[in-house]
């Protein structure tokens, strides 16, 4: 494990179950993520924590850099698994803004 590599270095949690960044921009973050025994529940699907903290990751990179990596605070997450994902599966995940809020000074 490097331990400067991008990955590690943008979201420790993430990097250690083996997800892969394919795009990090404003306006888009992807990924994907090969469904191995660190990430599934005891009967070998993915555990939906697993999906939350990808989706709570992906779209607080996507605002930091939006933000020029000011602090930023999210008001909702959505989850939804399609079908599920069984060990060995590949997923994509992908997070974009929905809406863009106002700025406001926390002090």
Do not use: N, W
Request: charged residues 15%; proline residues 5%.
């Amino acid at each position: 494990m490097d331990l400067k590599s991008p990955e590690f270095i943008i979201d420790q949690p993430l990097h250690i179950l083996g997800f892969v960044f394919e795009e990090l921009t404003a306006t888009r973050v992807s990924g994907h993520l090969t469904v191995t025994d660190k990430c599934c529940q005891p009967f070998k699907v993915l555990h939906g924590g697993i999906s939350a903290l990808i989706a709570e990751a992906l779209a607080s990179l996507g605002a930091g850099i939006a933000s020029d990596y000011k602090r930023v605070v999210g008001i909702h997450i959505s989850i939804h698994h399609i079908r599920p994902a069984v060990l060995g599966d590949s997923i994509f995940a992908e997070s974009f803004p929905v809406f863009v809020g106002q700025k406001y000074s926390c002090t």
